[in-house]
């Protein structure tokens, strides 16, 4: 890891103060993504701008319809909250799946949708619950959020403080991991909103990162049931290719992954 | 630098380091703990497993710094006296071990896993808990074994004393 200079902040301003000083600034949070890739030489911010001393940005809250996540909540605490397994199973769910113990008990939902990996299961869920991303100066519609592969509507110096959506009347996810990784090969959640509509968000397979699969929340609106997914198809012209899977592969993939996800859903 | 202030293993650590200092660097340069192992460099084998404020970490992805103010319990600490901690004990009567590098984070898992499913525990989900630690040698089975002992005794000791 090359030098870099460590600083703790109190408050959403001072963290903000500190960033705009510094030359190379990055904020801190679980520290699950940025320092791996610190230690590999990849990232070498000349600060660093730990936030997980700022009160009141940890914690779920579930008022009447409405949810909130505030951007420091790790994905233990996700995992383990008793009221969002009420509102939102498959939400809580997921965060038992990123990654391992280990991981889950430092990551945070703010440092992942910072992040925006193509992998990660966090953006997916967003996406379909129709979310809204909080931050230190606006808040952002996920369908405006996430901009590409580690790419996102943040401003440098933006601080993710919370996430809310509106609890949904049913919603599944379901991930084919890879195995050395753990992170999703596709992902997929399947939300149906109290109206009827329905949002898929699909992780781990595009080209571009995460996407909503539109064809199939049509289909999905009009019968929710994983048959009526046998007439849809995911185009592979967008999808990744790598060592692990084709682009057909995934397509596929993500195809048996939302089926599964409505088929779980709760 | 960066002060760093903390506990480790009920003692009190106060140095000046580098920022950049991991966790583990720390715990094996400056405070001389040389159990908790560096098993790669991609967080991803968990021979470096401590627990921060009673919570399993991998102590090669967290700084020094950022546990400054923190209880930090390694495996030297984890007995806390002469007698091995019982699931040091499973370990070594199940044969949980070969080589040994990952022995250390191994363990820190493992209890941290009983903490927090106590008598829920099943192998499944101690096959499930252990994704983040990676063994060359064993092929996991008496790992698990031991786990699985280590729970069922530690549950016998708390209802004991608690009667
Ligand atoms: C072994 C391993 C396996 C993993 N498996 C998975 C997996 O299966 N699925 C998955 O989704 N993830 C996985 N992860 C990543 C993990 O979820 C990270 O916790 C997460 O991606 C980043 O969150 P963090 O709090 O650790 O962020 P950090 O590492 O602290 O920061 C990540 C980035 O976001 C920025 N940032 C952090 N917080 C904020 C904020 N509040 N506002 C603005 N910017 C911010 C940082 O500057 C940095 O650029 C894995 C990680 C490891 C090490
Ligand atoms: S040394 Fe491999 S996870 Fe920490
Ligand atoms: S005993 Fe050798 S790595 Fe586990």
């Known amino acids: 890891m090359y030098d870099t200079k460590y600083h703790r902040a109190s408050s959403l301003d001072e963290a903000a103060k500190i960033f705009a000083s510094a030359d190379d600034g990055a904020f801190l949070s679980g520290g699950q993504t940025l320092l791996p890739t610190m230690k590999q030489r990849l990232a070498a911010p000349s600060d660093l701008v730990d936030l997980t001393h700022i009160d009141g940005l940890s914690g779920v809250s579930v008022d009447g319809d409405t949810v909130k996540i505030g951007g420091l909540t790790t994905h233990y605490e996700v995992n383990q909250d008793n009221a969002l397994s009420k509102a939102c199973p498959a939400l809580a769910r997921m965060a038992g799946w990123i990654g391992d113990p280990q991981v889950r008990h430092r990551g945070t939902i703010g440092g992942s949708l910072a992040n925006n990996d193509p992998a990660a299961d966090y953006p997916a869920a967003m996406l379909a619950l129709n979310a809204t991303i909080h931050t230190n100066k606006r808040e952002i519609a996920a369908d405006d959020f996430f901009t590409g592969m580690f790419e996102t509507a943040l401003e440098e110096g933006e601080i993710v403080t919370a996430v809310s959506f509106k609890s949904v009347d049913k919603c599944g996810y ?23 509509s329905v949002r898929i968000g699909v992780t781990g397979a595009g080209d571009d990162g995460v996407f909503r699969w539109t064809e199939a929340e049509e289909a999905l609106a009009s019968n929710w049931s994983a048959d009526a997914l046998d007439s849809c ?29 409505v088929s779980s859903a709760d | 630098m960066a002060k760093v202030s903390l506990t480790v293993n009920g003692k009190n650590v106060e140095k000046d380091v580098e920022d950049r200092t991991l966790l583990v660097q720390f715990l094996r340069e400056d405070v001389n703990l040389t159990g908790a192992h560096i098993g790669c460099d991609t967080s991803q084998c968990g021979a470096c497993v401590v627990h921060v404020d009673g919570k399993a970490v991998k102590s090669c992805t967290m700084l020094a710094a950022q546990a400054s103010g923190c209880e930090v319990t390694t495996i030297e600490g984890l007995s806390g006296g002469g007698d091995l901690h019982p699931v040091q004990a499973a370990f070594r009567e199940h044969h949980g071990l070969q080589c040994g590098f990952c022995t250390p984070g191994m363990i820190m898992a493992a209890t941290d896993i009983i903490k927090r499913h106590g008598t829920k525990l099943d192998e499944a989900t101690v096959r499930a808990e252990l994704e983040g630690n990676i063994c060359r040698c064993t092929g996991y089975h008496n790992i698990v074994k031991a786990i699985l002992d280590a729970a069922s005794k530690m549950d016998g000791a708390a209802k004991v004393a608690a009667e």
């Open chain 1, 174 to 196: 379901e991930k084919f991991r890879n195995p050395a990784s753990r992170y999703a090969m596709a992902g997929v959640f399947a939300a149906k909103a109290k109206d009827g």
């Open chain 1, 233 to 261: 198809d995911v185009d592979s012209s967008g999808l990744m290719s790598d060592i692990h899977a084709s682009a057909a592969y995934r397509a596929n993939l993500v195809k048996v992954m939302t089926k599964r996800a």
